[in-house]
């Protein structure tokens, strides 16, 4: 992705960030399926004239709802064509395969990013000495929607260490970007962690810590 997509990318996702993260409540294929027009609405400002018409007047809950799956999206959308920018990168052949979004060096993975979980038992520098353990966690935990899978993931966990408004750092793209080429440059497939979520089945993942202090 080129600077400029990159720039134009990010000030869309941070003018969401006006508005306090509120899900009102919570998520399920109801309440997605009445917002999947946020698939098709990339800038914010028609985002909100969208929302407007898909809900009745004054109704915050979805008003939230949707600005949340949106920021989620292309957020995640942005970060997904970020990886496959870089050379060592495929993009998946399949667009449709919502369990693959890439491959590096062969192996087939998907990615999610994630804000360091507040119900997580242990703390940050625990994660960080133990990843197998968060990682565990975050399939175990995940969410029971579209998304739900046991197959390969790279997880991008971010942690703002001074205003502990994690979700914000989904809009940060171009601090990203550096933190993600840092990764895949020095991607080794020996140094992924390996679990067996599925008897018989191997997972590979792995965890990119988006910190920010």
Known sequence: MNSLDLKVRENELKKRLRYDYIWGRKQNNRLDKLTNFIY??????????????????????????????????????????IFCSFDKIKPALNRRDRLVDFEIEGIKFDHKTSIFPENYPFSLEHAQSNKKSLIEWLYKNQSQQQRKHLKNRLFIVLYDMRLKQHWKLKSELIWLSKIISEYTTKFDAGNLIRLELVKGEAT??????????
Do not use: C, M, P, T
């Open 204 to 213: 590979l993942s792995d965890i990119i810590w988006g910190i920010r202090s």
């Open 40 to 81: 098709d609405v990339f800038y914010f400002d028609e985002l909100i004239k969208s929302i407007s018409k898909h809900s009745a007047a004054n109704d915050s809950d979805f008003f939230n709802y949707a600005l949340n799956r949106w920021y989620n999206f292309w957020s995640a959308n942005a970060v997904e064509k």
